[in-house]
């Protein structure tokens, strides 16, 4: 018992969870469920986060906040300010310091490494308009007490997309394990099937919407052009970092963030240019002849039903996604 005192409080400060591992988890021979961080700290890593953010983003120097970010928004937000600081050497000529306010973090007990939260918050980023008031949901882990937090999940969400989520007498977050037979999809399995439906409208499981039919239907559109054909491949993502984190929800389902990888090549006709835009040209290997193949990675927010409930269809509530590497030929 004095060791898993010990290990309480000196470990109190982890954030991270790997959906692989469902349930209990040896933690240095003990098995305890634990809340997964205080909020003074998780407070202080949302305080570290943004002050390496705004440092990286004013220099466009990726080494300035690698050390906070991981999983899919660390692969975007690395290669975005690898590909600007090609760009705009000098750092950034619009660089306006992110602030974060009226923060709510969404903590859940589990046991055992890695460990997770969100951290619910405003941004000052809607301030010139747009699409109106909208909550900045970052998801910071950590995988060990000898790791520092990390986020590796952004959604940008309008408040009344955020669902209500399941929580105990202490109000603390109930996670839910990767192969939940609990929901109509469980969440180590949404990357795969949300990649299978993008490729070929199945699985039907998912809504439409601007991430899923609307999108299918613009690809569709910009397959065939007069002297360009394009290809989309996608791919599941679950692996470390970037498995999936999901949360239950007051009405049965949960709420599941997840990635995935996305490819894309142009093939130009004989005589046909393909145009490289700036950003992707900062991150092209190889020489553009008549191929050029985009990666990108991807951040989703759904909400999950339970199993049985009313179809069982995923709703894509929405989606990060940046340029990662591209590659000519």
């Not at 109000?171 to 939940?180: F, N, Q, R």
Request: proline share 5%; hydrophobic share 40%.
């Amino acid at each position: 018992m004095r060791r898993l005192s010990r290990a309480a409080a000196g470990l109190a400060a982890a954030v991270a969870l790997s959906l692989a591992a469902g349930g209990c988890v040896t933690v240095h021979g003990e098995r305890a469920v634990v809340p997964a961080v205080t909020k003074d700290e998780a407070a202080q890593a949302l305080q570290a986060f943004t002050k390496a953010y705004n440092a990286a983003d004013k220099a466009y120097d990726p080494a300035l906040d690698a050390h906070v970010v991981t999983g899919s928004l660390g692969a975007i937000n690395q290669a975005g300010l690898a590909s600007r600081q090609v760009n705009y050497p000098e750092g950034n000529p619009t660089h306006r310091p992110l602030e974060l306010a009226d923060t709510r973090f969404v903590i859940p007990k589990k046991a055992g490494w890695p460990r997770w939260f969100i951290a619910d918050t405003d941004s000052n980023r809607d301030e010139d308009g747009g699409d109106g008031d909208t909550r900045w949901l970052l998801a910071f882990i950590r995988t060990g007490p000898d790791q520092t937090w990390r986020a590796a999940y952004l959604s940008v969400l309008a408040p009344d997309e955020i669902p209500a989520f399941t929580t105990d007498e202490e109000g603390y977050a109930e996670p839910v394990a990767a192969d939940s037979s609990a929901l109509a999809v469980a969440p180590g399995e949404l990357s795969e099937q949300y990649a299978g439906y993008l490729q070929s409208g199945k699985p039907a499981r998912f809504k439409d919407g601007p991430y899923t039919s609307a999108w299918r239907a613009e690809r569709r559109k910009s397959a065939n052009l007069p002297g360009i054909s394009t290809q989309y491949r996608d791919r599941a993502a679950n692996e470390g970092d970037f498995a999936p984190l999901g949360l239950a929800t007051e009405d049965g389902g949960a709420f599941v963030l997840f990635s995935m990888r996305s490819f894309e090549r142009q093939t130009a006709a004989k005589g046909v240019r393909l145009k490289v835009h700036p950003d992707v040209q900062a991150l092209l290997s190889g020489e553009v002849t008549s191929t050029l193949t985009k990666e990108r990675v991807s951040s989703q927010a759904v909400t999950v039903p339970a199993a049985g409930a009313g179809g069982g269809a995923v709703e894509v509530l929405g989606r990060l996604a940046g340029l990662t590497s591209a590659k000519g030929s």
